[in-house]
């Protein structure tokens, strides 16, 4: 069965910073992967999938992600990171043979101090 | 328009009663979800519809109960609430079954709590 780890509960970087939210996954075949943010109160939103192709996803709000199949893992990560970005951040993976369900990750929690 | 929306957005009930929750997809898709978020914000699918017929139940207590009237709409109904049923409750969509590519559509959640 698949499963996915994020490692870290809680992230603070300072606005205008790098950022680097950690994923890792564990899976047989090629997963197709997820990364979804969620605001205070809110329901969760796609920032950007990989299932093919360039290992290298660009998603929405300037975000991206790097899928290693060697490390297992699918980094989400921004260059610059904005107040607004201050939420929560869920990795998932779906699998076709396991009737499309997603699996979440517990979840990283990031604040963004100005 | 709201693609997915849910009602109502916030539940509180006693232990033993029986609610539901509602969920209308005005996407056109032919797969809906439900997922449970704890209260570690840990989210975890617990039923899939595609076309009105289920398709994932993930060992949930048959206390919960979806029905699906059509494929727009996919419901919640839970029975004898207990107050490990406090969580927040997440309805999804996609496009089709087929292929997990698909990206899965939430809607705003509800959130319950049972005293």
């Known amino acids: 069965a698949q499963s996915v780890t994020q490692p870290d509960i809680h992230i603070t970087v300072s606005e205008g910073a790098s950022l680097e939210l950690r994923c890792n996954y564990s899976y047989g075949a090629t997963p197709y992967l997820f990364w979804y943010v969620q605001s205070p109160g809110q329901g969760l939103q796609l920032l950007l999938k990989y299932f093919s192709g360039d290992t290298l996803v660009q998603g929405i709000k300037g975000f991206e992600a790097e899928f290693k199949r060697s490390q297992s893992s699918f980094n989400l990560r921004k260059p610059s990171v904005h107040w607004s970005d201050a939420a929560e951040y869920f990795c998932a993976v779906g699998a076709m043979e396991y009737g499309n369900k997603l699996v979440f990750g517990a979840g990283t929690i990031l604040r963004v101090k100005s | 328009d709201t693609a997915v929306s849910q009602t109502p957005k916030y539940l509180v009930t006693q232990m033993g009663n029986d609610k539901s929750i509602k969920c209308e997809q005005n996407l056109g898709h032919d797969t809906m979800y439900w997922y449970k978020q704890d209260s570690k914000k840990f989210l975890k699918i617990m039923f899939s519809y595609n076309n009105k017929e289920l398709i994932i139940n993930e060992t949930v207590p048959n206390r919960f109960s979806p029905k699906s009237p059509d494929k727009a709409h996919l419901n919640l109904h839970i029975n004898s609430l207990e107050l490990g049923d406090s969580a927040v409750y997440f309805c999804?969509?996609?496009?089709?079954?087929?292929?997990?590519?698909?990206?899965?559509?939430f809607g705003p959640g509800t959130r319950l709590t049972v005293l």
């Open positions: 999804a969509s996609s496009l089709r079954l087929a292929t997990s590519t698909d990206t899965q559509y």
